[in-house]
């Protein structure tokens, strides 16, 4: 099944003593024990997050042309890349004592989670890029999401609604303990972020929103 390492937090936000992720273990959710955010990396968070939606809102035809890649692929990260390249209208003041780094996975989320929550500007953008709303070939990081989205789209949509780096994030990871744990290898563990969790989610969560999931054929019905 699964065979990828989930800790995928954002690394150039995270403050040098930050540990490492919780780890937790098929049956046995009650080990998924999250990490309190720190204030600093929490603000780096927020912020981020901020610039992700708003250059996803500029761009909205690229951003969806993105999302439409493997999760954290080399195709996705360049076209990701590319965006906060050439956006200049999206950085507000930063907190002079935050060291801010552009990570590709995390402008992907945030674009997945700005057609979330605006699901009028995703109409628009598949009425006029079609081509954009189709599903990728998927890696383990997008079949672990998509695991947990089919375990739990409720579950999933509520952690995503949450603001980020909030305590009311923290209670909602939390919360998916279950169905993290069903979308991982017996006898396997994996260490897990908040931040990491919420990116590859939100990303499967838009799949599922914007494109529908791929149907295997259908059993002729027998004939008597």
Same mark, same amino acid.
């Given at each position: 099944?699964l065979?990828?390492g989930?800790?995928?937090a954002?690394?150039s936000?995270?403050p040098?003593?930050?540990?490492t992720?919780?780890e937790?273990?098929r049956g ?14 929490g603000?780096?968070?927020?912020y981020l997050?901020?610039v992700?939606?708003? =250059?996803?809102?500029n761009?909205?035809?690229?951003? $969806?042309a993105?999302?439409?890649l493997?999760?954290?692929? %080399? !195709? &996705?990260? *360049? ?12 950085f507000?003041?930063?907190f ?7 990570d ?24 006029r890029?079609?081509?954009s709303?189709?599903w ?12 947990? =989205?089919?375990q ?5 949509? $509520? ?8 305590d %009311? !994030? &923290?209670? *909602? ?5 279950p169905?993290l744990g069903?979308?991982v290898s ?5 260490a897990?972020?908040?931040a990491a969790?919420r990116?590859i ?19 002729m019905?027998?004939?008597h």
């Amino acid at each position: 099944m699964l065979t990828i390492g989930l800790l995928l937090a954002l690394a150039s936000l995270a403050p040098p003593q930050q540990s490492t992720g919780p780890e937790f273990e098929r049956g046995a959710p009650d080990k998924l024990l999250i990490h309190e955010t720190t204030d600093e990396a929490g603000k780096a968070r927020k912020y981020l997050d901020g610039v992700a939606r708003c =250059v996803a809102s500029n761009h909205r035809k690229q951003s $969806a042309a993105g999302l439409a890649l493997p999760y954290g692929s %080399a !195709e &996705q990260a *360049a076209a990701f890349n590319a965006l906060i390249q050439v956006e200049d209208s999206c950085f507000g003041p930063i907190f002079s004592s935050m060291s801010i780094g552009f990570d590709s996975q995390a402008l992907a989320a945030g674009a997945a989670e700005f057609f979330l929550a605006n699901p009028k500007a995703l109409e628009e953008a598949r009425r006029r890029d079609p081509k954009s709303f189709v599903w990728p070939p998927m890696n383990g990081m997008d079949e672990f999401g998509d695991c947990v =989205v089919s375990q739990s789209e409720t579950q999933v949509r $509520a952690f995503i609604d949450t603001p980020v780096a909030s305590d %009311a !994030e &923290q209670s *909602a990871a939390r919360a998916l303990a279950p169905a993290l744990g069903q979308c991982v290898s017996e006898g396997q563990t994996i260490a897990v972020e908040p931040a990491a969790m919420r990116q590859i989610l939100a990303v499967a969560l838009y799949r599922r929103v914007a494109v529908p999931p791929p149907v295997a054929s259908a059993a002729m019905p027998a004939t008597h």
